[in-house]
């Protein structure tokens, strides 16, 4: 409740340029240091202040400023301070009155009437010097105790007193107004420092510290009453970051967060402002405004940390990472795009997307940019035409929309990689698998074509063979039965010859045996070659061949090859009754030799891949006219290794086709010695001979064909029974198989050769494979010599015949 005697009138405070400026400090110095102002004349609430001993981010009441109010006291109370005033005053000056006697009557009651304008206001300022006036009148002024007035003088005197009085009550009024505005000024600075989240220090014109509020007490450690008069840089010492050493001028403005150093040992982050206090005659002093942000400065240094480890992860990625803003500008790029784009990342980093990468690739990829802002999660697979050196890439991107809390993207997350490799590959992967599918199909058509070619043959030869169970040893059919039997052997000796040839070229093995050749006289041999096929089917063949020389540089046994395969071919692929012509032209340095024939043609989409290995027409024709698709690879290779070309064109199908071959000329032919005849061998000289092989057939009729020679043969039909053979006949040749059953042809001759006998021994290999390889492993095992099968009998028999007495070192293959 209100004290009733006590009553509140509402004043105007003055303005602040009424105020002396110093009033505040010279009347109270210390009253705008830590704590509230505190008055007897202000009430409680409004000079408490608010408790910042938890620190800034404690809970702090803060007191709401009052309006400013003058406490005076009610009409009773006035009118006993009145009275007493007077009578104190009316007492003070009868005491004195002994002393000074009618001298100074007023003096006293100037005092009371100033002390009740102060504390009670103007009105009973006025009655206490109204009152004042009338003890004056009747206790000290001639004649005493009445009030008459005796001269004029003392009646001027009374009324320069009233006069004197009115202006004293007057002026006290106005300071009691100013003092009580300065106080209520004073608590609003204190409220407003104390309420505000930032610490303040106030220095004086030296830089000596003469306030600072409790938040800044807290942060730098100092209590309030020890930091006043202490130098600025003492109280508020600032710390660089990075070197650790105190920052010179503490006072400066702060650009950047910077250590504040605790008196108890302890750093906070803060940012801190200064501003100079001015004054006419100068500054006198200045304030620091500093808020703790150590928490901020700490969640972006982690921030930073973070971004940094990210950045890194980024860098290490090689594709394309990015984050880009809802402009479309790059505001992150990791170090793929320096590389990709031959840019620093700072001029990379604000571009748009456009101006990166282009006007094309942006109208390719826009839409999946602006589909992944709206908000969903993107990937794609494209060939972008990026701008520069990059051109057409292939691109796996993943667009990540930034969504926030508020459900806004605010950017995406752009993760690109180059596929293009990958694209290639899966190219040649599927070009790679169409060509397997293509040569698996190949495959099966040769092995067809194989076992097709190879039963035509055994035909007539089972035929034969019956026509010799039946016939005389010299009749008319055993002559063509033999005649058939040896045309029909040479036919598959041809083929698997062709199926060598060509593994020889595809492994690098075949060695070309060239010297100058007169092309006309390979094609000859290739017609001689060729004429019984071409015979058989009736065709008109025609020979167009110049009157000179036409001299190459070639192996005349590969060139006859060559064209006895053309010539077959044009044959084979030529209905009954058709025509094939041959003819040599010179163009320039080069002989071309074209074949052409009326044939069955060539369709348009064959033409490229008639010279590939098995290549075949379609399965009609095969039907029609055989083979094994292997001639015209080895026509083309064997071309090529001889340094020419050769070409296939047809006007399509029953238009038939022409072959032309291309060789450069030599362009003088060397002259050759005449060979000389030979005298012929000795007779044959008659050995033991061991045949070794598992075809018992095979071995039993080699034996008779040797037998016939006059050699003593024996035969074994394993490996094992090879070794027992070998110590019972002592042979002096051994004709071994390689595939043996119960021990291999490797094994046997490598056990022989350490035995004394073997060591003299003669050892060839007689076997189905003919690679080099096979010949150096039989060689390295310790065999003379190396036979493919089926042998040829003349090139055995030479070689029966021509081996010496004794075996010194391993004979020749």
């Not at 710390?239 to 302890?266: N, W």
């Not at 940390?305 to 984050?323: F, N």
């Not at 809390?405 to 990958?422: M, S």
């Not at 071309?639 to 038939?656: I, K």
């Amino acid at each position: 409740m209100p004290d009733p005697g006590v009553r509140h009138e509402s004043l105007t405070p003055p303005a602040q340029d009424d105020l002396p400026e110093v009033f505040p400090r010279t009347l109270f110095p210390g009253s705008l240091h830590c704590g509230a102002v505190h008055s007897p004349m202000l009430p409680a609430a409004a000079s408490s202040s608010p408790d910042h001993s938890n620190g800034p981010d404690s809970d702090r009441t803060i007191p709401r400023h009052p309006r400013l109010k003058v406490h005076r006291p009610g009409p009773l109370a006035s009118t006993f301070f009145v009275l007493v005033a007077v009578f104190t005053a009316t007492m003070i000056r009868w005491a004195l009155d002994q002393a000074v006697g009618d001298k100074f009557p007023f003096l006293t009651f100037y005092l009371a009437t100033a002390l009740l304008s102060w504390h009670a206001g103007r009105l009973p300022g006025f009655c206490t010097l109204l009152l004042s006036s009338v003890s004056i009148h009747y206790f000290f002024l001639e004649p005493r105790f009445t009030f008459s007035v005796a001269d004029t003088e003392k009646a001027a005197g009374t009324a320069l007193f009233l006069f004197a009085g009115c202006v004293l009550v007057t002026i006290f009024e106005a300071r009691r107004r100013s003092f009580l505005h300065a106080v209520n000024q004073a608590e609003l600075l204190q409220v407003t420092l104390a309420s505000i989240g930032d610490g303040v220090i106030t220095t004086d014109h030296r830089g000596r510290i003469t306030h600072m509020n409790s938040l800044a007490a807290h942060l730098t450690g100092w209590d309030c009453d020890e930091a006043v008069g202490q130098p600025l840089e003492k109280v508020f010492a600032l710390v660089d970051a990075g070197t650790r050493q105190p920052l010179a001028k503490s006072s400066q403005p702060i650009g950047t967060p910077a250590l504040l150093h605790h008196r108890d040992g302890g750093e906070h982050w803060i940012e801190s402002t200064v501003a100079t206090l001015p004054a006419h005659s100068g500054p006198t002093g200045s304030v620091v405004a500093f808020r703790d942000v150590t928490a901020r400065r700490h969640a972006e240094l982690e921030a930073e940390a973070s971004l940094k480890k990210a950045q890194l992860v980024a860098d290490a990625v090689p594709s394309l990472i990015s984050y880009v803003s809802t402009d479309l500008r790059y505001l992150l790029t990791n170090q793929t795009y320096e590389e990709w784009f031959e840019r620093p990342r700072h001029q990379i980093n604000g571009l748009t997307m456009e101006e990166l990468l282009g006007s094309a690739a942006w109208e390719k990829l826009s839409g999946h940019v602006m589909k992944a802002l709206s908000g969903e999660h993107v990937y794609y697979e494209s060939e972008i035409p990026y701008r520069g050196h990059r051109g057409k890439r292939w691109i796996a991107a993943s667009y990540t929309p930034d969504i926030g809390e508020d459900g806004i993207t605010r950017g995406l997350v752009a993760h690109v990689v180059d596929i293009t490799a990958h694209k290639h590959a899966e190219q040649a992967l599927r070009e790679s698998e169409e060509r397997l599918r293509e040569a698996d199909r190949r495959k099966d058509e040769f092995l067809a074509t194989l076992a097709h070619e190879l039963r035509n043959p055994l035909a007539p030869v089972r035929n034969a063979l019956e026509l010799l169970n039946h016939a005389g040893t010299h009749s008319d059919l055993s002559v063509k039965a033999r005649a058939t039997l040896d045309r029909q052997v040479g036919h598959m000796v041809h083929l698997i010859d062709d199926l060598l040839d060509v593994s020889r070229i595809n492994t690098g093995r075949l060695v070309l045996r060239r010297e100058r050749t007169d092309l006309r006289e390979a094609i000859r041999h290739a017609v001689d070659a060729s004429r019984v096929f071409i015979d058989q089917q009736r065709h008109s063949l025609q020979l167009d061949l110049p009157v000179e020389p036409v001299w190459i540089d070639a192996d005349p046994v590969r060139l006859t090859q060559v064209f006895s395969n053309l010539l077959n071919n044009a044959a084979k692929y030529t209905d009954p009754g058709g025509t094939i012509s041959l003819r040599i032209e010179r163009d320039g340095h080069e002989a071309v030799v074209k074949v052409r024939d009326n044939g069955i043609g060539i369709p348009q989409e064959k033409l490229a891949h008639i010279f590939d290995l098995f290549a075949q027409l379609d399965s009609s024709l095969e039907k029609s006219a055989g083979g094994l698709g292997i001639g015209l690879s080895l026509v083309k290779r064997l071309v090529e290794l001889h340094g020419g070309s050769v070409r296939v064109g047809s006007g399509g199908p029953g238009l038939g086709s022409e072959f032309i071959c291309r060789f450069h000329l030599v362009t003088h032919a060397a002259v050759f010695a005449p060979v000389e005849s030979t005298p012929s061998a000795d007779p044959v000289r008659p050995l033991r001979i061991l045949i070794v092989d598992d075809n018992r057939d095979s071995a039993d009729l080699l034996a008779l064909i040797l037998q016939k020679d006059g050699h003593l043969t024996h035969r074994a039909y394993d490996g094992v029974e090879a070794l027992d053979a070998i110590t019972a006949f002592s042979p002096q040749l051994i004709l071994l198989d390689l595939g043996l059953p119960r021990m291999n042809g490797y094994d046997v001759c490598r056990t022989t050769r350490r035995t004394p006998q073997g060591e003299a021994t003669f050892i060839a290999a007689l076997t189905g494979w003919g690679q080099e390889s096979d010949r150096q492993e039989t060689r390295a095992a310790g065999f003379d010599a190396h036979f493919v099968k089926p042998v040829r009998l003349p090139e055995l028999k030479q070689f029966i015949a021509t081996l010496p007495l004794t075996r010194t070192t391993s004979h020749p293959s």
